[in-house]
Protein backbone atom coordinates (compact mmCIF):
# COMPACT_ATOMS: atom_id res chain seq x y z
CA UNK A 1 0.00 0.00 0.00
CA UNK A 2 0.76 3.72 -0.57
CA UNK A 3 0.03 7.16 0.61
CA UNK A 4 1.38 10.50 -1.03
CA UNK A 5 0.50 13.74 0.26
CA UNK A 6 0.39 17.13 -1.48
CA UNK A 7 -0.53 20.26 -1.33
CA UNK A 8 2.19 21.87 1.54
CA UNK A 9 4.24 24.81 0.89
CA UNK A 10 5.11 28.34 2.25
CA UNK A 11 1.66 30.49 3.75
CA UNK A 12 2.00 33.87 5.39
CA UNK A 13 0.46 34.00 9.16
CA UNK A 14 -3.23 33.59 9.03
CA UNK A 15 -3.20 31.96 5.62
CA UNK A 16 -5.30 29.02 4.54
CA UNK A 17 -3.91 25.22 2.93
CA UNK A 18 -5.11 22.37 1.50
CA UNK A 19 -3.68 19.17 2.16
CA UNK A 20 -4.39 15.86 -0.04
CA UNK A 21 -3.25 11.99 0.75
CA UNK A 22 -3.92 9.63 -1.89
CA UNK A 23 -4.44 5.91 -0.81
CA UNK A 24 -3.50 3.38 -3.27
CA UNK A 25 -3.37 -0.15 -2.72
CA UNK A 26 -4.56 0.59 1.37
CA UNK A 27 -7.80 -0.46 2.93
CA UNK A 28 -9.16 2.96 2.83
CA UNK A 29 -12.54 2.39 3.24
CA UNK A 30 -11.79 -0.19 6.46
CA UNK A 31 -9.17 2.12 7.86
CA UNK A 32 -9.15 4.93 10.54
CA UNK A 33 -6.34 7.91 9.11
CA UNK A 34 -4.68 10.18 10.92
CA UNK A 35 -2.57 13.05 10.23
CA UNK A 36 0.15 13.74 11.94
CA UNK A 37 3.48 16.10 11.99
CA UNK A 38 7.28 16.79 12.47
CA UNK A 39 8.82 19.91 13.31
CA UNK A 40 12.42 20.13 13.63
CA UNK A 41 13.66 18.96 16.68
CA UNK A 42 10.31 17.54 17.55
CA UNK A 43 8.72 14.34 17.92
CA UNK A 44 6.16 13.36 15.33
CA UNK A 45 2.81 14.18 16.87
CA UNK A 46 -0.97 13.61 16.47
CA UNK A 47 -2.79 16.30 14.88
CA UNK A 48 -5.99 14.70 14.04
CA UNK A 49 -8.04 11.15 13.59
CA UNK A 50 -10.94 9.96 11.23
CA UNK A 51 -12.76 7.15 11.86
CA UNK A 52 -14.49 5.29 9.32
CA UNK A 53 -17.57 6.76 10.56
CA UNK A 54 -16.02 10.30 9.76
CA UNK A 55 -15.65 11.21 13.59
CA UNK A 56 -12.11 13.77 14.06
CA UNK A 57 -10.78 14.18 17.09
CA UNK A 58 -8.37 16.79 17.00
CA UNK A 59 -5.04 17.65 18.84
CA UNK A 60 -5.82 20.79 21.06
CA UNK A 61 -3.20 22.65 19.20
CA UNK A 62 -4.96 22.78 16.16
CA UNK A 63 -8.92 22.17 17.26
CA UNK A 64 -11.36 24.97 15.62
CA UNK A 65 -8.71 25.49 12.68
CA UNK A 66 -8.07 22.85 11.34
CA UNK A 67 -10.65 20.08 9.23
CA UNK A 68 -10.11 16.36 8.48
CA UNK A 69 -12.16 14.82 6.30
CA UNK A 70 -12.67 11.73 3.84
CA UNK A 71 -13.57 10.23 0.48
CA UNK A 72 -13.79 6.83 0.74
CA UNK A 73 -15.02 6.45 -3.31
CA UNK A 74 -11.81 8.75 -4.02
CA UNK A 75 -9.74 6.65 -1.31
CA UNK A 76 -8.48 11.00 -0.59
CA UNK A 77 -7.89 12.29 2.55
CA UNK A 78 -7.83 15.55 3.04
CA UNK A 79 -6.69 18.03 5.91
CA UNK A 80 -7.80 21.75 5.54
CA UNK A 81 -6.21 24.21 7.44
CA UNK A 82 -6.62 27.57 8.33
CA UNK A 83 -5.59 30.83 10.74
CA UNK A 84 -1.98 28.72 10.10
CA UNK A 85 0.53 30.53 12.75
CA UNK A 86 4.42 30.04 12.52
CA UNK A 87 4.18 26.56 15.39
CA UNK A 88 2.09 24.91 12.33
CA UNK A 89 5.32 24.59 10.39
CA UNK A 90 5.93 20.90 9.94
CA UNK A 91 6.02 18.01 7.89
CA UNK A 92 2.59 16.52 7.40
CA UNK A 93 2.16 13.01 7.16
CA UNK A 94 -0.88 10.73 6.96
CA UNK A 95 -0.77 7.51 7.84
CA UNK A 96 -3.48 4.45 7.63
CA UNK A 97 -4.20 2.85 10.92
CA UNK A 98 -4.87 -0.86 9.02
CA UNK A 99 -1.24 -1.69 7.81
CA UNK A 100 0.51 0.90 9.68
CA UNK A 101 0.97 2.89 6.76
CA UNK A 102 2.81 5.96 6.22
CA UNK A 103 2.88 8.74 3.24
CA UNK A 104 6.29 10.44 2.36
CA UNK A 105 5.18 13.64 3.65
CA UNK A 106 4.86 17.32 2.79
CA UNK A 107 6.34 20.49 4.21
CA UNK A 108 4.14 23.23 4.96
CA UNK A 109 5.90 26.83 6.52
CA UNK A 110 4.31 29.41 7.82
CA UNK A 111 6.30 32.63 8.04
CA UNK A 112 6.02 36.35 6.79
Known amino acids: GQLVESGGGLVQPGGSLRLSCEAS????????MGWYRQAPGKERELVAQITTDGITPYADTVEGRFTASRDNAKNLLILQMNNLQPEDTAVYYC???????WGQGTQVTVSS
Open 25 to 32: GVMFNYSA
Open 95 to 101: KAYCGGI
